[in-house]
């Protein structure tokens, strides 16, 4: 929101000290980003008179202008605007004259013909915010007069502020007047509105069938309009502003929501067919607004409608061509409304469409505050049509809906206390208050709580104080937030991680410590993706408004991420990639239970290219050992998107816990990808929030132990999960450590089997094992297998 000082004045007796004004509003809340001057004149720009205009026929960007600078001598400047025509007022720049950009006027020749001088644009000039050509002035300035002597304009301030969306009143400049008014001490007065008597009665009928999103809706008719340019004065200020000048009537529209925070549209009134009806789209109709386009609407969109039920508006939005004012138009009927924020906030959303009028009545309105915008309007376009007559017993159609002037909101001083740590009496609370129109309609006190209970009146230019902490923040804004003072608060407990959040970092830390690197994949998905790493795409959630096509899909896994992320590394030419993704994912068509939100849980995938099986089960045994899972391998189906066969679903039970082995081949090939790539998978949000095991010692035997391989022909229909179970089971207690490090596939073996050969550790932890007792271990070994189907190899 751009505030010119100058326009500010006039609301109250401000001043021109422009840093204690910015200061002011940054403690208010209304962050200054910036101050800028404009105004500031410029020696040797005077008002000349285009006398006539040349095309050169070797220049076809620019043309040459003669103008008069008042002595009565022609002089030739060469130019690239074209919007001026032989008797206009333009500025010129004198030779000699330095710019405000440090440009300085020189003779300078095009085509051997020199250019005496530059005909300026408002924006070269820091008049303006339009660089749309040249500067048309008013007629009747004298020719040769310094231009800014001659449109008498005077140096000016403007305050750039980040007005947030919980201050919808400071999009205006009298909400912006009132807080530094109560800052200040600083009387502030509305603008003086229209003072001339109504003329005869005229009204437009108005039917309301949306009486929820439409709850105010005011008609007034003018006539006496004669459509031209606004006065100079009008025009600086929309420009400086950031705001284009069209019209003295769509400039008058705009002076009124810049100063007042109150949208309004003018319609034709000829053009209307007597009335307006405000209602909801009906499928299949269109509207052609005022920037040219053709709008597709929806049922969810409000419209304005004619007497014969055809769209001319989109309501909040923007104005339909159909009734735009024209040069011919002659009766405005003038529309100022209230209408509901979420509705405008979701038209202007799905169109693409946002207007400064939409942005305001999606932060909030004052649907108290239309009459004045109204007599606003009329006093500003009389300056421009001093004939206008302004129809009494305009129509104003108000529903039950429409919030009430004041809103009562229960305040307790106990709570002013507490949350701001200054004690103030009620007294100080209700005159802080009033200055800024919060009335302090009554004052009592509670046993329970032993505080002074205020109910506060809450005025309707305030829709965002609705609770009592809406009230204590204007307190704190208004008594000062440097005022307040830094107490650091006491407590017995120092700050520490959860349980979670501290199992999280191990469990990052040890997969760093196993050498993978962190990646940070996008966790929005291209639709398609999820297909292409071999996972289902049916009911997966898809974000409304995303940035970009390509990023329009919430991810159900971890893996498409890593494996684009292994294709760029493949594709150059990087080597070792082994990569860990720790984040959350959504899987489809699923609910919480509690909330009723999309499900989600938090992943951990690591992945590693140019590695087996082998390597994602070591993964798995070293997390599980240091973290304390534990789960089983379930090879009797994987999840889509691994190898059928070299991969097995963790599983407690019937809970999955996640997948460890290696990823399809298939899914390979559409990442281009030409090498196996391990993968373990597992769901943290269980893991994490699980009570680890607590880690027992266990003495270590000072007995020594038997080594020995056990190489087995082992059926394909039998996983090396299995077999190794079996061998667990047959070890007992004095099986230390088993560890399967060949697998053989080819010659001399039995159709479809595979060489499994184990590494078997035996120790006694009381004794040293006789040779009859590490045989008949041995021989449960090979008994333990072949119940499986598993045969030793000679």
């Known amino acids: 929101m751009k505030i010119l000082n100058s326009w500010l004045n006039e609301f109250g007796a401000f001043g021109d000290d ?40 070797d220049a076809e960007k620019v043309h040459r202008v003669y103008v008069d600078a008042g002595d009565g001598k022609e002089l030739h400047v060469w130019c690239g605007a074209f919007n001026m025509k032989p008797g206009d007022l333009i500025p010129l720049a004198t030779l000699g004259t330095v710019m405000p950009d440090g440009r300085i006027i020189t003779p300078r020749g095009i085509l051997g013909i020199e250019s005496h001088g530059m005909l300026c644009s408002g924006t070269e000039l820091g008049l303006t915010a339009d660089s749309d050509g040249i500067m048309i002035l008013p007629s009747g300035l004298k020719l040769g007069a310094d231009l800014f002597d001659a449109l008498k304009i005077a140096s000016d301030c403007v305050f750039d502020l980040d007005v947030t969306r919980n201050r919808p009143d400071c999009n205006g400049y009298l909400g912006v007047a009132r807080d530094l008014g109560a800052h200040l001490g600083v009387k502030v007065s509305p603008p003086q509105g229209d003072k001339a008597k109504k003329g005869p009665a005229r009204k437009l009928k108005v039917t309301i069938t949306d009486k929820k999103r439409c709850a105010r809706y005011n008609m007034t008719v003018i006539s006496g309009v004669v459509v031209g340019d606004s006065p100079s004065w009008v025009a600086r200020r929309l420009s400086n502003s950031g705001m284009r ?47 040219g386009q053709v709008r597709d609407l929806e049922s969810g969109d409000l ?10 508006g989109l309501a909040g939005v923007m104005g339909g061509a159909s009734t735009e004012i024209g040069a011919n138009t002659k009766t405005v009927a003038l529309e100022t409304a209230w209408f509901e924020s ?31 915008a109204v007599s606003r309007f009329a006093a500003l376009l009389r300056e421009s049509c001093p004939n206008l007559v302004v129809h009494s017993a305009a129509t104003d159609v108000k529903e039950k809906t429409l919030p009430p002037k004041q809103k009562i909101v229960a305040l307790r001083s106990s709570q002013v206390t507490r949350i701001l740590g200054v004690k103030l009496s009620t007294k100080a609370i209700s005159a802080m208050l009033a200055k800024i129109g919060f009335i302090t309609k009554s004052t009592s006190s509670s046993k329970l709580s032993n505080s002074a209970i205020l109910k506060i009146a809450v005025p309707s230019w305030r829709p965002d104080c609705e609770t009592e902490i809406d009230i204590v923040e204007e307190i704190a804004r208004h008594y000062g937030y440097q005022n307040l003072g830094k107490v650091v608060p006491q407590s017995t407990m120092h700050g520490r991680l959860s349980s979670i959040q501290q199992r999280r970092r191990d469990i990052r830390e040890l997969v760093l410590s196993m050498g993978l690197s962190e990646a940070m994949p996008n966790p929005f998905l291209a639709p398609g993706d999820l297909i292409k790493s071999g996972l289902p795409e049916d009911n997966v959630i898809r974000l409304a408004n995303p940035l970009v096509y390509e990023e329009s899909v919430l991810r159900t896994s971890l ?21 860990f993704e720790l984040g959350h994912v959504y899987p489809a068509g699923q609910q919480d239970s509690v909330e009723g939100l999309p499900a989600e849980y938090e992943s951990l995938c690591l992945v ?22 534990g789960a089983q391998l379930d090879q009797a189906g994987v999840e889509p998107g691994y190898h059928p066969k070299r991969s097995a679903i963790l599983r407690r039970g019937k809970q999955v816990l996640g997948c460890v082995g290696e990823i399809d ?68 207690a004095e099986l230390v450590d088993l560890a399967l490090f060949d697998i053989y596939r080819g010659a001399g073996l039995p159709k479809d089997s595979r060489s499994l050969t184990f590494r078997l550790c035996i120790q006694a932890a009381d004794r040293t094992l006789t040779d009859a007792e590490v045989t008949a271990i041995r021989q449960k070994f090979l008994d333990a297998a072949a119940k499986l189907g598993a045969r030793l190899r000679d």
């Open 18 to 57: 422009n840093e204690k004004l910015a200061e002011a509003m940054t403690n208010l809340g209304l962050a200054v980003e910036s101050t800028s001057k404009v105004g500031t004149p410029v020696k040797g720009v005077v008002v000349a008179k285009v006398l006539r205009t040349e095309r050169h026929p």
């Open 559 to 579: 893996r498409p991420g890593l494996l684009k992320a292994i294709n760029f590394n493949l594709s150059h030419r990087a080597s070792n990639i082994l990569l």
């Open 245 to 291: 000048p069209i019209n003295n009537v769509v400039d008058a529209s705009n002076l009124v929501m810049l100063e007042l925070n109150q949208p309004t549209h003018a319609f034709d009134a000829d053009k209307v067919n007597n009335g307006f009806k405000i209602r909801c789209a009906r499928h299949g109709e269109t509207l052609l607004t005022l920037d």
């Open 303 to 312: 419209l304005i409608c004619d007497g014969k039920d055809t769209p001319i």
């Open 342 to 372: 979420s509705g405008v906030a979701r038209t202007a959303t799905r169109l693409g469409l946002k207007s400064e009028a939409s942005m305001r009545f999606e932060r909030g309105v004052d649907p108290h505050g239309i009459d004045l």
């Open 608 to 629: 590693g290219v140019g590695e087996s099986s082998a390597l994602a089960l070591d993964w798995w045994s070293q997390i599980s050992s240091v973290m304390g899972f």
């Open 665 to 732: 081949p298939r899914v390979l090939a559409q990442h281009q990808i030409n090498t196996s790539v391990a993968c373990l998978e597992l769901n943290l949000s269980i893991l994490l929030a699980e009570t680890p095991r607590v880690v027992v010692a266990k003495p270590v035997s000072r007995f020594p132990r038997s080594d020995f391989d056990l190489a087995f022909s082992v059926p394909n229909s039998q996983s090396a999960g299995s077999v190794i179970k079996a061998l667990r089971q047959a070890g007992g």
